[in-house]
């Protein structure tokens, strides 16, 4: 065996293990100073230019009810002014949302008497050997269709006018749909 002996890691002369207890404080010290030239060089970016106060930006969330909302020419919104329709997203499978104070109590009031009148008992689909008759004790929902127009005050057009506008979607494209169930 010539030369003979171990292989040493490090080149020769235990200079391997100095340079292994520098690395962990040089990279320590690297990352610490890159990391704050980041964070400062960032907060150049995101401060308000002078001079320049009413750049429009966009509202933070918990601040959104309480923006003033500039106004649209009349005709591009389809209103003259801007309306907020709050919600809650109650379920996305079945969708199902809630609107608070989406109607008072006095127009549910009027639209329940005007179309208690034409309620009928809900049609059901038949099978072989069955009768009106025999399943009339069957029948638990009660239901009609009710226009706007059909209705002396008001309260359903005013109603359905505030769902076109949560749909965006005319009020020509809907029906109400009024069930009463026991």
Same mark, same amino acid.
């Given at each position: ?38 964070? #400062?060089?960032?907060?150049? !970016?995101?401060?308000?230019? &002078?001079? /320049?106060?009413? *750049?429009?930006?966009?509202?933070? =969330?918990? +601040? ?32 199902? #949302?809630?609107?608070?104070? !989406?109607?008072?109590?006095? &127009?549910? /009031?009027?639209? *329940?008497?005007?179309?208690?009148? =034409?309620? +009928? ?62």
């Amino acid at each position: 065996m010539k030369g003979g002996g171990a292989i040493r890691s490090g080149g020769g002369g235990g200079g391997g293990l100095m340079r292994t207890r520098l690395r962990l404080p040089v990279v320590l010290l690297s990352c610490s100073l890159f990391f704050l030239a980041g964070f #400062l060089g960032s907060l150049l !970016f995101t401060q308000d230019p &002078q001079g /320049e106060e009413d *750049v429009e930006r966009p509202l933070r =969330r918990e +601040r959104l009810m309480e923006a003033v909302w500039p106004e649209m020419a009349y005709g591009e919104s389809g209103e003259p002014t801007p309306s907020l329709i709050p919600y809650q997203i109650l379920s996305w499978q079945p969708r199902a #949302l809630y609107f608070p104070q !989406f109607a008072t109590a006095e &127009q549910c /009031e009027n639209v *329940v008497k005007t179309a208690k009148a =034409r309620l +009928r008992p809900s049609t059901l689909a038949l099978r072989k050997g069955e009768s009106e008759e025999t399943t009339k004790g069957i029948r638990t929902s009660s239901g009609t269709f009710l226009s706007a127009e059909e209705d002396p005050t008001g309260a359903l057009a005013e109603i359905e006018t505030k769902i076109a506008k949560a749909t965006m979607m005319p009020r020509s494209h809907g029906e109400v749909n009024l069930l009463s169930a026991r």
